[in-house]
């Protein structure tokens, strides 16, 4: 088997000089050394510029702003990410009553988050409710009754969008696929008009929007002008109607390249979305952009030891500290993550799997690697901030890492590594 040479993703705050690694000024070797491994590492630098990229084109060459930015938590919603995030003027995008607490936690403006969701329950609509979120993205009819029914019982007012299933490929991996008529996600497009003249009808409602979202890791910018184009001709429908929608929220989905990946520049394809809004005629519409991935992806890494070489006739194995627990992109998509020892080494490469120590072979976090490495080693798996820690989970009873934000010559523990007693504390045996 040889590898394949894919090339490393554009990582700005990760950089390789004279054969040894940094987190912008910190080598990551001391940040394993002072917080151990697994590890996650985050560099404010990445983030503060990739959100500072979507937030220059969210404002006309006038000076007129035309969008504004709702970071999708569910990418990375740790307390210190989130909260970059707000002190650089993002709203968010939430899609449990978990991420709503989040929001509220650092101090976040209601009327900057949106509720999105295919399956929330009366409980969490209350919580959106009582909050007084700017706007619930509505996936079904029976939903739109149940946010009625909390509306009426909590004697307020619910302001809503409509979440409109175009049927638009958006030509990425099925898992993360969500415009599509056979997705769960969004109402279907030819039941959205007659959607919206029912929830007008409706005491509680007030529809202030319409949203979609295709799905993620999105590298071509055509499936969004072709779900833009659709939801427009809805919006145009609406409006002869009498029903007036007051923004539009084109949802995330942005890729980031992984290698080999191409997607379009942040500037550039927010340019084409907003410019295309403009020209059909809509720019008097406030548009809510959702990135999540784009945000955060190539702002993290994720920092393992080497245990064990393990040679095998048909494989060899590295055998790593991390494993599907932190790391579950590749055992859920096959995703393919960049892997580089962390210090060059003047030794032979070989050909690896590398793999976590969970009882499952679908433990791996990258196949056929070419790598230069010994027992005791530190790898980064690379392009790991977005869908990393908070896919986490205890199986095997692992406690989950910890977290750190890398800002200049400073880190900081954003998130302390678990431990294994605290795992296990709220259980309880049965009486004798
Ligand atoms: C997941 C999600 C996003 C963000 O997707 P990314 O691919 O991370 O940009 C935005 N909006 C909604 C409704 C989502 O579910």
């Known amino acids: 088997m040889t590898s394949k040479a894919i090339p490393l993703p554009d990582l700005a705050g990760f ?7 940094y987190a912008e000024e910190i080598p ?97 609509i209350a919580q959106a ?53 056979g997705n769960k996600f969004g109402i279907a497009y ?28 999105i590298t071509n910018t ?16 609406l409006k002869k109607e009498g029903i007036e929608i007051h923004h539009l929220d084109l949802g995330g989905g942005l890729g980031i390249s992984y290698g080999d990946d191409n997607p379009p520049d942040i500037t550039e394809f927010t340019n084409t979305l907003l410019n295309r809004v403009a020209e059909r005629g809509f720019g008097h519409l406030d548009i809510v952009l959702e990135p999540g991935r784009s945000l955060v992806g190539n702002a993290g890494v994720l920092l393992t030891q080497v245990e064990y070489l393990k040679p095998g006739a048909e494989k060899n194995f590295c055998i790593v500290d991390a494993a599907m627990t932190e790391l579950m992109r590749p055992a859920l998509y096959e995703a393919y993550h960049g892997i580089v020892p962390i210090q060059t080494k003047q030794i032979t490469s070989s050909t690896y799997d590398v793999v976590g120590p969970v009882c499952e072979s679908g433990d791996w976090l990258g196949r056929d690697r070419q790598l230069a490495v010994e027992e005791g080693d530190l790898l980064a798996i690379l392009s790991a901030g977005a ?16 977290e750190i934000m890398v800002d200049g010559k400073n880190a900081y523990v954003i998130r302390a590594r678990e431990n294994i007693a605290d795992l296990f504390s709220s259980e309880t045996t049965l009486p004798d």
């Open 15 to 21: 950089t390789e000089r004279n054969g040894t690694w």
């Open 28 to 124: 990551l070797s001391d940040l394993a050394k002072e917080f151990g491994t697994p590890l996650y590492v985050y560099s404010k630098k990445v983030l503060t510029e990739a959100y500072r990229a979507y937030d220059k084109a969210c404002v006309d060459s006038s000076g007129k702003r035309r969008a504004r930015v709702h970071y999708a938590m569910k990418a990375n919603s740790n307390l210190a990410v989130i909260d970059c995030f707000k002190k650089l003027g993002s709203g968010f995008d939430l899609v449990s009553g978990g991420e709503l607490a989040r929001a509220l936690a650092i101090g976040a403006d209601p009327k900057s988050l949106v509720f999105a969701g295919v399956g929330k329950s009366a409980h969490e």
């Open 129 to 181: 409710l009582k909050a007084g979120v700017k706007c619930i993205n509505v996936e079904s009819i029976a939903e739109l009754h149940q946010i009625n029914r909390v509306a009426t019982n909590l004697n307020c007012r619910a302001p809503i969008s409509l979440r409109v299933n175009p049927d638009v490929d958006a030509q990425t991996h099925p898992y993360i696929s969500t415009g599509l008529k």
């Open 190 to 217: 030819h039941e959205v008009l007659k959607t919206y003249r029912e929830a007008a009808l409706l005491s509680q409602i007030d529809v202030v929007g319409i949203d979609c979202h295709i799905g993620s890791q």
């Open 222 to 237: 055509a499936p969004y002008l072709d779900a833009l184009d659709k939801v427009l001709e809805l919006v145009t429908q």
């Open 387 to 402: 869908y990393g820690f908070v896919m986490a989970s205890n199986y095997n009873t692992r406690p989950k890492p910890a």
